[in-house]
């Protein structure tokens, strides 16, 4: 059962460009959203998260849209740079478990930024 | 200062033999995880260590995976009678006690296991 489903797999966006990456959950005891973006070889990396509590987080460039009632997520990448080429994992979290449950990922989006 | 550190980066061995994956945490961080990332695919969470509390073994793929954790420093992860569907990179990552438990979680850069 995939509780965590992740799209697209792939986007090519060309600079300045606005790419957007969506993540759907199923398990409504998830209370923590983060982001995740991972280079080549290296581990991933803690982006952006979210909390159900608000509807949008904006970090810098990186914005996250969370709706609720739907049980969706979104990412979203303002004036895209070929830097941002990565893979991008939405993730979530159960936190009143104390963090034992571990997060649980999407498949990734592999993001090409085109210069 | 330094992050998550584990060894070996890479590994090969044959199928029936045993491997050891090492994962050094952030000092302080009570917490650790480790994953295993199949290619093209998303970390799937294997086991949990809090503090010196026994872990729960139940999201580890079989019997012939194990893991320990001494005190609240290094963790190993240990594969018995590698399978090729073994093949992945394991991630390890640590967690402060600060804050909300097991959000902000930091990762390693994973050790790459191929069985031949």
Same mark, same amino acid.
């Given at each position: 059962?995939?509780?965590? =489903?992740?799209?697209?797999?792939?986007?090519?966006?060309?600079?300045?460009?606005?790419?957007?990456?969506?993540?759907?959950?199923?398990?409504?005891?998830?209370?923590?959203?983060?982001?995740?973006?991972?280079?080549?070889?290296?581990?991933?990396?803690?982006?952006?998260?979210?909390?159900?509590?608000?509807?949008? =987080?904006?970090?810098?460039?990186?914005?996250?849209?969370?709706? =609720?009632?739907?049980?969706?997520?979104?990412?979203?990448?303002?004036?895209?740079?070929?830097?941002?080429?990565?893979?991008?994992?939405?993730?979530?979290?159960?936190?009143?478990?104390?963090?034992?449950?571990?997060?649980?990922?999407?498949?990734?989006?592999?993001?090409?930024?085109?210069? | 200062?330094?992050?998550?550190?584990?060894?070996?980066?890479?590994?090969?061995?044959?199928?029936?033999?045993? !491997?050891?994956?090492?994962?050094?945490?952030?000092?302080?961080?009570?917490?650790?995880?480790?994953?295993?990332?199949?290619?093209?695919?998303?970390?799937?969470?294997?086991?949990?260590?809090?503090?010196?509390?026994?872990?729960?073994?139940?999201?580890?793929?079989?019997?012939?995976?194990?893991?320990?954790?001494?005190?609240?420093?290094?963790?190993?992860?240990?594969?018995?009678?590698?399978?090729?569907?073994?093949?992945? !990179?394991?991630?390890?990552?640590?967690?402060?006690?600060?804050?909300?438990?097991?959000?902000?979680?930091?990762?390693?850069?994973?050790?790459?296991?191929?069985?031949?």
């Amino acid at each position: 059962q995939q509780q965590v =489903k992740q799209s697209p797999q792939s986007l090519i966006v060309q600079k300045g460009g606005i790419p957007i990456i969506n993540c759907a959950y199923e398990n409504t005891a998830f209370d923590y959203f983060p982001w995740y973006q991972q280079f080549p070889g290296k581990g991933p990396a803690l982006l952006i998260a979210i909390r159900p509590d608000v509807s949008e =987080k904006k970090e810098g460039r990186f914005t996250i849209s969370f709706n =609720k009632s739907a049980k969706q997520f979104s990412l979203h990448i303002m004036d895209s740079q070929p830097g941002d080429s990565a893979t991008y994992f939405c993730a979530a979290l159960r936190s009143s478990g104390g963090g034992a449950d571990g997060l649980t990922f999407g498949k990734g989006t592999h993001l090409i930024i085109q210069p | 200062g330094a992050g998550v550190s584990q060894s070996p980066s890479n590994k090969v061995t044959e199928k029936g033999k045993d !491997v050891e994956l090492r994962c050094d945490p952030i000092s302080g961080h009570t917490a650790l995880y480790w994953y295993r990332q199949r290619l093209g695919q998303g970390l799937e969470f294997l086991i949990y260590f809090q503090g010196n509390s026994a872990p729960d073994k139940s999201g580890l793929p079989s019997d012939r995976f194990s893991a320990e954790r001494t005190g609240e420093s290094v963790s190993t992860l240990t594969i018995q009678r590698t399978q090729q569907e073994d093949s992945a !990179v394991y991630l390890c990552a640590s967690s402060p006690t600060s804050g909300r438990a097991g959000e902000t979680q930091y990762f390693g850069p994973g050790t790459r296991l191929l069985v031949l």
